[in-house]
């Protein structure tokens, strides 16, 4: 378990280092050495990388620390990588804040009442505790995630589409390939699939080409988006086209998103929003807390 640091060097490196230290006996490794800081001119994108290699953030909150820029801004980040990865777990350790801050007041905190920190063993079990609970509760309700049925034809395309879905989403995907369909006939492994998913993205590749040299798509794709539509609604069925794949006469009205090899970003995004719209995303993070103070101060 990696886990990524956020204090202030100034008045906090002791009691972070003898947290650490302790954690460490529980198989907790630091992503950064405790002793050297990523706050220089490139902070963010170094900030970026090491939470991408981090599976948990520590935060030690501190009366000082309420308006220290890069705590506050670590911690507003830790909290992005916590809704798009719910097995990134963010803990808040609080220390001689008297209680719980009310921007910490939703998450699970480390030493809720806010007193001195005296014992560090007895905060790293604590710790431990909170990071194993996140893991066990993400475990058990993986199954209850939105789940997107993601029709396609031969053609790999529909895969950048399933590793955002999952991978940076968070969601689960249904796809025919995904488990094994030994046993069951096309229609009722489609039925397994119609009564799983929450909505539908279906990948028009240009497939099968025609005597006039037009490509369409395969035809069980055509099949899928009628199908879904009539089972989820047609708000929440996406049909992704491929711009050389010929449209079908129909498609008018339908939520239909042309992609290419150059602009998945731009696809990615208008999912995201159609995903938000219907309540199957949570709602954008928090936002930074406003300061006064420079980024370019001290640590």
């Not at 170094?46 to 670590?74: F, Q």
């Not at 905060?123 to 939105?146: G, M, R, W, Y």
């Not at 954008?284 to 101060?297: C, G, H, M």
Request: proline share 4%; glycine share 4%; with cysteine.
């Amino acid at each position: 378990m990696r886990v990524f640091y956020s204090f202030s060097f100034k008045t906090d490196l002791a009691d972070v280092a003898a947290l650490a230290e302790h954690l460490q006996e529980r198989d907790y490794e630091p992503a950064i050495p405790i002793d050297r800081h990523i706050r220089v001119h490139n902070w963010r994108s170094r900030l970026a990388e090491a939470l991408r290699k981090s599976d948990a953030a520590v935060v030690l909150i501190t009366p000082e620390n309420e308006t220290n820029p890069y705590v506050m801004g670590e911690l507003w980040a830790a909290r992005v990588i916590s809704q798009i990865n719910p097995r990134f777990v963010l803990v808040p350790v609080l220390n001689r804040t008297g209680g719980i801050p009310e921007y910490v007041s939703d998450l699970y905190v480390a030493n809720s009442r806010g007193g001195r920190i005296t014992d560090f063993r007895a905060l790293a079990s604590e710790v431990d505790d909170i990071v194993k609970d996140n893991l066990a509760f993400e475990i058990a309700v993986s199954d209850t995630k939105p789940r997107v049925f993601i029709g396609h034809g031969q053609a790999e395309d529909w895969k950048k589409l399933a590793t955002f879905l999952e991978k940076q989403l968070g969601l689960a995907v249904e796809e025919y390939e995904k488990n094994s369909a030994i046993g069951y006939t096309v229609t009722e492994r489609l039925k397994q699939m119609l009564a799983a998913s929450s909505v539908a993205i279906i990948v028009m590749s240009a497939e099968d080409e025609q005597q006039d040299e037009s490509l369409r798509a395969r035809q069980n794709v055509i099949h899928e988006i009628g199908l879904f539509q009539g089972r989820l609604g047609f708000e929440k069925v996406i049909v992704l086209r491929h711009e050389t794949c010929e449209s079908f006469s129909n498609i008018s009205g339908i939520n239909e998103i042309q992609y290419n090899a150059g602009n998945w970003e731009e696809v990615f995004t208008k999912i995201r929003h159609m995903l938000l719209r219907e309540k199957l995303l949570l709602t954008s993070p928090l936002t930074p807390r406003s300061d006064k103070n420079s980024l370019t101060q001290e640590p």
